[in-house]
């Protein structure tokens, strides 16, 4: 299998994408993993490195499952995401960026296999994948290595066309081209253009459909085309993927996207890149039969996910070993036809154990205030503002990390409160928390105008009961 001379810019832009999206990663880790995950988080991660077996779920915590620890790994994780980002690895040989990438790959795994519900999100094992591939990508100064490119091609047409089947089959919404009429409104996490992309003209909402169907189950076939036409599809790829980053914020599972599709253009598309290409050399036999070892490996491991792509039973985000390479993926294979929202709140005053008065909590990313804007988060990824709108459509006996949260709440946790955008009570935690349900709809182009809301809601009831402190 030939090298690919003309390839050498669309790897460098490839490596400072993943760098990138890897230090998000880590920082999100530095803020969130211990209020959620750590020894004293919604659901301890010690506790289930005790009742999971290390060969289920590796991960460096089984030595060290202490919030120290943790904090440690997610801040050098930012370190050498910064490193990676930086080149300096790739000039110094293929040796030293392929350790780089390793325990970049190790050390967010170790945080995926313990994070649980969490960690549980598709963008987080296609992070992990693609950076355990980028292991055994070389120096800066040999050829792109092919059987690499083509595994990464592999990726990028599991991920499109998985997500475009599971549409296909799922929701009869994708089918009579209607989903796109309520999903900007209910989507997980709705940003400042969400509003604007639900009020467009129902044609042209269908028409997206159509487009989405297009790009997501025949363009990638063209990923393993010879040139131009592979870079072509990767450039509809890229285009598409940037229209889903202006609608809604999907944390770095778009930017993900866009940097995987970058690895089917070659250099012809990067001529404007002011980049000097330094004198390359022929990969070493090492770095070859390391290529044919990991595609051997790809290609064994592909077939569960080959399975499950032909299956009318088609799995999402699932990962078929723990160490979470070759995956399957996919995304709105149902889409809310409602939204819902549970809004926290708490008292503190009491009178004869009755609460009044009650106070919101404001999230920094979920709808609450109908007045707030929908804000921009993506890339970064707010976990527990994430859980909360699938809590929204089950109860709380389906999500034990909920009850736990409103007793940190009660208790005024300092981590859990710098998850938040808004603690109503400042001096002193509260008396009493409770947990209403509310269902909301986007504002008219009228209402907003006169009241400047982006939201209405409606009460629907009562999601958990009020909860007092030490009862």
Known sequence: M????????????????LGLLYLVAFVAATQQFVPLAGEHGLLPAPFFIREVPFRFSPSLFYWMPTDAAFQACAWAGVALSALAISGLPSRAG???AGTVWALLYVLYLSFINVGQTFYGFGWESLLV?????????????TFPLAALNWIYRWTLFRLMFGAGLIKWRGDACWRDLTCLDVFFETQPMPNPLSWYFHHLPRGV????VVVNHIVELVVPFAFALPQPYAGVAGLITIAFQLILIAGGNLSWLNWLTVVLALTTIDDRFFRWLPLARPPLRTPGPRQRIAGVVLGAVVMFLSVGPILNLLSSGQLMNTSFNPLQIVNSYGAFGTVTKERYEIVIEGSAADDDGNPTAWLEYEFKGKPGDPARRPPQVAPYHLRLDWLMWFAAMSTPTEHPWFDA???????????VLRLLRTNPFPGHPPR????????????????????????????????????RRGS
């Not at 909402?205 to 997206?208: A, C, R």
């Open 405 to 415: 949260l409103l007793v940190k709440l009660l208790d005024g946790d300092a981590g």
């Open 205 to 208: 909402l269908h028409g997206g």
């Open 432 to 467: 009493w928390v409770r947990a209403q349900l509310y269902r909301y709809t986007f504002t008219t182009g009228a209402e907003r105008a006169a009241t400047g809301r982006w939201w209405r809601r409606e009460l629907v009831g009562p999601y958990f009961p009020a909860i």
């Open 129 to 141: 994948e693609i950076g355990f591939f980028t292991i055994f990508a070389g120096a800066r100064t």
């Open 2 to 17: 030939k090298d690919l001379p003309g390839c050498w810019r669309s790897r460098w832009l490839f490596e400072v994408g």
């Open 94 to 96: 293929g040796v030293a």
